[in-house]
């Protein structure tokens, strides 16, 4: 979102929504193409065995509940058009991950040649959320050598470690926030709207069966075709 007028909570939510109204939908044929779908099975999590999610208590043997899902999107506002955002999110990954990463272009000129930026990454920031929240920052560095050689390293700043306390839980902001009457961090009804318009025909194309449910072992990062909505533009996942 844009910078809000003020730190007010109809300033902020305006500007929430404003991104939101600014996403270009995706038709029920777009969806079946830059969405992936997808459910676990049984495998392992952090050296633990786990059941599937059809073995799971409740849960009916031939449901077709997604518990992952990736997808392509744009924003075709004026600091975002023509960059692609990559969202997933899943249940029984390898480890539970909240991140935000900007990948930069490169840039369309290697000062030094390619041989010595063989080894260097796209430089990239990562906000990391939750569990460990911080910023990590990777750029390319000169490698301390004679001649001219480039690898890509990080800078990483940890709330815990800076400041030496414990960040309060969501919930706990949350419910501070409510006792106080601040509406600042909450869902207003037009944001909750806008969402669901670009939810919508995604769901009307996944109850089609477009593109179809995909089964990924727990403990890993999802489907193979999750991965090959990036491959197909020269692009992978980023591991947390």
Known sequence: MEPPVAFE?????????????????LTEEEAAKATVRGQYASGWVLGEHVHGYREEPNVAPGSLTETF????????????????????????????ATEIRVLFK????????????????????????????????????KVPA???????????????????????????RLLLDCMIGDPTLFTRAD????????????????REGRPPLQMYPAGTWGPASAAKLLETEGREWHRP
């Open 9 to 25: 909570a109809n300033a902020v939510r305006d500007e929430k929504v404003k991104v939101l109204r600014a996403i270009r939908p």
């Open 69 to 96: 899902v990736a997808l392509r999107l744009f924003v075709d506002n004026w600091r975002w058009a023509g960059v692609p955002f990559y969202i997933r999110a899943g249940k029984r990954m390898p480890k539970r």
């Open 106 to 141: 490169r840039p369309p000129h290697l000062t030094f040649g390619r041989e010595a930026a063989q080894e260097l990454d796209p430089n990239a920031i990562t906000l990391r959320i939750q569990p460990e929240e911080g910023i990590s920052l990777k750029f390319g560095a």
């Open 146 to 172: 004679a001649g001219i050689r480039l690898r890509s390293v990080a800078m990483d700043f940890l709330y815990a470690t800076s400041f030496l306390v414990e960040v309060p839980e969501a919930y706990e």
């Open 191 to 206: 944001e909750v709207e806008t969402a669901w318009t670009l939810i919508d025909p995604i769901e009307a194309a996944w």
